[in-house]
């Protein structure tokens, strides 16, 4: 039976994560407050921004950013898209 979280982007009690997506305590923050569709969302949006962007993943500022974006997105706020991005209606 799969655990079910009220998603802090979805606004609605959704299934949870199986695990948290990485180690930490923000990696906790997200097991406990995000559901596995935003999640799954945001990956998509990551991947999206990674290769729209040609981000280097190395290099710690396109990090820096990547997280910040992250974190707006999981919040429900707006957050860049790569230009000449039309969002699907």
Not at 15 to 44: C, H, K, N, Y
Request: charged share 25%; glycine share 6%; aromatic share 8%.
């Amino acid at each position: 039976m799969s655990r079910t979280v009220h998603c802090s982007r979805l606004k609605q009690d959704l299934p949870g994560l199986p695990a948290p997506p990485f180690p930490g305590t923000r990696g906790e923050e997200i097991f406990q407050t995000v559901s596995a569709q935003a999640w799954a969302d945001w990956q998509e949006q990551q991947t999206m921004l990674i290769n729209e962007k040609r981000l280097n993943l190395r290099d710690k500022q396109a990090r820096t950013w990547l997280n910040a974006q992250r974190d707006r997105f999981l919040a429900g706020e707006a957050i860049e898209q790569a230009e000449g991005y039309i969002a699907p209606e």
